[in-house]
């Protein structure tokens, strides 16, 4: 496959739609917005959560050998010097003379993206982290830093974890949380802001076995998007060459998703080495080496583990997701738009629907509401047409809705509507709840 979008403007179709149905909003929109700032909305919150709910279920709950915390956002300034971030966490910055933007020296090439100029200032380091100040004082005694990754809440953590989990290697930690990045050039809608959300898990082995588990976490990322519904063709996985490699890693391999403009980075999967711990071992003076007792005539053996990363953006996640699901067809000669969203990952997985404002249909469906809810995430909705109602929750990617007619009222039973086909079949109300969780896989909260 070529390496170009699907099509010139999917991105335009996505934002907009986002927009218009409420997964994303420029943050702040009624002061003017706020560059590279988004809230999430009624339905992209919800997206949001089901993205890093599956990310949990794949990574913690469906293993015994991986653990969870969640570090505080702000740290003390020792972590981030001895991580090497406050000396080296930096991109290379230049000025266009002629309009005065700034960009990253290393993604631009020798002229201006915004007006054409070749004439740019020389490059210089520009640190990514965001400071502040903790305490009423404001002076260099009181700096802080947002954290720029949630990796380093990990590592500072590993003898924390080790001591009241007992976990033997090989194990990981995970967590979800925000990080900030004070970038250049925030870019492509949700893909680069300044403010997002980490989905990390480190996962500590023994120096001789790192090798394969980077291969293993390797794949079982891939499986994971390929599990929820992004087509293999628009996923690669490219190796790091030796002079890309970051200063700690040994091996670095990046799932890319084949974006509108091209393939760019979903997901980086690093093997790390003992670099971090063994950094944070000299700065804090804490031993932070695993034992491995005597047995089976070895020898007792103390080492600092390596850890492998597998680090995934929650929001550019959703964003792909978004972007893969995307899709217009024919409906009874009309054209549709409609998210072919994972059920796990949907918004809504139910949408009920009277079939009119008649007073007993409305309130029949409120009773069918009330039974789904405890299961399911429900959207209701009672304006308009149903057929137009019905392209509504095809556009928001609800997977299946439940329409409540006049015969209800006569017979108790209801017809389920199905997303990607438009199939409908009745069932009795008695049976919906089964029928339901059924059709979605058990899927439910």
């Known amino acids: 496959m070529s390496d170009k979008g699907v099509s010139d403007d999917l991105l335009e179709k ?32 919800l ?38 971030h406050l000396e080296s966490f930096s991109d290379p910055l230049v000025d266009c003379k002629n309009c005065h933007e700034r960009w990253r020296q290393d993604k631009i090439g020798d002229s ?20 502040t100040h903790v305490g009423p004082l404001v002076d260099e005694s009181t700096v802080a830093y947002l954290r720029p990754e949630t990796a380093q809440g990990m590592f500072i953590n590993f003898a924390n974890v080790l001591a009241t989990t007992r976990k033997k290697l090989p194990f990981g930690i995970a967590q979800i949380g ?14 680069r802001t300044r403010e997002f959300e980490q989905m990390e898990m480190e996962y500590f082995v023994a120096p001789d076995e790192a090798d ?3 291969e293993y976490w390797c794949e079982q990322r891939m499986s994971w998007y390929t599990g929820l519904g992004i087509s293999e063709s628009k996923l690669r996985l490219r190796h790091h060459d030796a002079e890309e490699l970051s200063h700690y890693s040994a091996a670095t391999a990046d799932i890319e998703f084949l974006f509108p403009w091209g393939f760019d980075e979903l997901e980086g999967v690093a093997n790390r080495t003992d670099y971090d711990l ?48 995307y899709d217009e067809d024919v409906v009874s000669g009309e054209k549709r738009v409609v998210m072919r969203l ?17 007073e007993e249909l ?14 399911f995430m429900c959207d209701y909705d009672e304006t308009q047409s149903i057929g137009k109602r019905y392209r509504r929750q095809d556009e928001i990617g609800t997977p299946f809705c439940v329409t409540i007619d006049f015969d209800s009222l006569q017979d108790n039973a209801v017809t389920i509507r199905e997303r990607d086909t438009t199939k409908q079949k009745r069932v009795d109300l008695a049976s919906l709840l089964a029928e339901l969780k059924t059709e979605t896989d058990g899927f439910t909260v």
Not at 24 to 41: H, K, L, Q, T
Not at 281 to 299: D, H, I, Q, R, T
Request: proline share 6%; charged share 20%; with cysteine.
């Open 112 to 131: 201006c993206p915004s007006c054409g100029s070749s004439d740019l200032t020389g490059s210089r380091e520009f640190n990514l982290m965001f400071a």
């Open 342 to 358: 994972d059920k796990r990952l949907a918004p809504y997985a139910v949408a009920v629907l009277p079939l009119s404002k008649n």
């Open 278 to 325: 063994k950094a944070h071992m000299k700065a804090s003076g804490v031993n932070l080496e695993y034992f491995v007792p005597p047995g089976n005539e070895a020898e007792a053996r103390r080492f600092v583990p390596y850890v492998i990363e597998p680090a995934a953006g929650a929001t550019r996640c959703m964003m792909a997701f978004l972007i893969s699901a």
């Open 362 to 375: 409305m309130k029949l469906s409120r009773k069918v509401l009330h039974m789904l809810q405890p299961h």
């Open 212 to 214: 394969q588990w980077f």
């Open 14 to 45: 996505v934002v907009n739609l986002c927009k218009r149905r409420g997964f994303i909003f420029p943050s702040a929109e009624i002061y003017g917005g706020f560059r590279s700032a988004y809230d999430y909305g009624p339905l992209g919150s």
């Open 47 to 84: 997206m949001l959560r089901n993205v890093k709910d599956a990310w949990w279920y794949f990574m913690v709950q469906a293993r015994d050998d991986v653990v969870a915390i969640d570090a505080a956002i702000l740290s003390n300034p020792a972590v981030w010097k001895a991580s090497g």
């Open 178 to 191: 925000k990080s900030f990045r004070n970038e250049i050039t925030p870019q492509n809608f949700v893909f």
